[in-house]
């Protein structure tokens, strides 16, 4: 009884904590002062952008666009009313950076201003959050603020395999979408792995004709026995691949969104499927009737280009050559994790290379290796990124290092002056369950909540102050092992995404679990009401 009368009163407090605050931005804004007041948004407003520039004039468009979506009103540029403006504004805002921007909502007028039109688009995002969620017929009220913001971090990342399982191009736009609402500005695209090879490359045709394609293996858990190329595509059902043109629309799709891709090319491990295809560049070439069942993955557990063998660099660089042509971004992503170095030791070309360059052990090979496609990216322009195994051997000299086994390797490379970039398996493995596993669909394993994720911190407490500005920021990774279709993607980034966007956008000392979950709920009602799918489960686990 007691404890009923606790919670009714707790309840009446957090109410009345919503009802004084109707504005539930995630991530968290650096500062925002609410002011007596509305901005009554209908179709008597009107915006207004400097003229001729054009990338504003798309931002304000974007933001238009929802407005007429969400509303029917048409506030799109007429440049007519007085009053009732919304104002996009290139000019100086101290502190704001290149990515933050300031907002001022008055009766009169709202006012966007940025240094940078990237600023004026996360001021968009943090607008669209006071609105509905969903069409309405009333009359959009906006609360007079003030709202100076930017982000902590720079690199604010989202990861998804596609090779375990493919999702095409309209559903990478859902996904960028989804980034876009949060602030999130790097998707990490794991093209390629073991399992099936997604990126249409002109210059290796069995890459897409072949590799891309293997026996279904829908409505069974993931089993690696069950992963079989084919060379005949009537027996191989299960893939799919992105033409260049799609790779293209996506590129821009996600520049619009100021999101950069971020492409990966496993190498050398995690290549089964693309060596299915083109054996001769592996070191133990695998079963040429890569057509039998379990023959391949039978035999060589995981198949590695061959640091050995010279063509297989040239081919790695012309498939790199071809990926940086449709990805402007400075970052490649060229994998390095996993590399089962047995086959290495068994290989005679191999060992050959290591005495004439006289590495050491295994280890060492797989750091020339990746230290020559090191060096063949720096030539384009480009900086390597990899998983943490690349600072096994010796890391190479610029590479940036995306830490996934804990903490340990982004540490030591940032104590090395190499850039980090975090992504530590626990917590930031969206595969894992996020609640109970006995209500959540099957997942990888491990167990990274909603508040685990949400006190997550990037910057880890053995970094020196300048150890510590080689921290880009965090990513999470959406393995997708069991993970078969769209919806099941999103209900495993949400709602865990949202609580990552506050880690590396807001200040570290404004985080709040009580009050980020205040502000999740306006977010969960309009997820239900698009028909976005998301975790519940997590919540009541407090851990
Ligand atoms: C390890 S993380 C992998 C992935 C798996 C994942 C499953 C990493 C660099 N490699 O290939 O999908 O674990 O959680």
Redesign the pocket.
Known sequence: MRFRIVTAVLLLISVSIKAQQPVSIIPQPVSLQLQPGVFILDETARIEVPVSNKAVADVARYFSNYIKQLSGYDINNKRTAKNKMIRFRIAPVDQAGAEGYRISVTPEAITIQANQVKGLFYGVQSLLQTLPAIRTNQALQIPCMEILDYPRFSWRGMML?VSRHFFGPELIKEFIDLMAAYKMNVFHWHLV?GAGWRIEIKKYPKLTQQAAWRISDYGKPWNWADIQFNADRSKATYGGYYTQEQIKEIVAYAAQRYITIVPEIEMPG?SEAALAAYPQYSCIPPAASFNEPGSFYGRTAHANYCPGNDSAFIVLQNILKEVMDLFPSKYIHVGG??VDKTTWEHCERCQRRMRSEGLKNEEELQSYFIRRIEKFLLAKGRKLIG?DEILEGGLAPEATVMS?RGESGGIKAAQMNHDVVMSPGSPL?F?HYQGDPETEPLA?GGFNTLKRVYNYEPIPVELKAGEAKHILGAQA?L?T?QIQTYDHVEYMILPRMLALAEVVWSPKASRNWQNFNQRLQPQLLGFDQKGIRYSKGNFKVDI
Do not use: G, L, M, T
Request: proline share 0%.
């Open positions: 395999d792995d995690h994790d996993e998983w996934w493995y595969d990888f990774n393995w092992e």
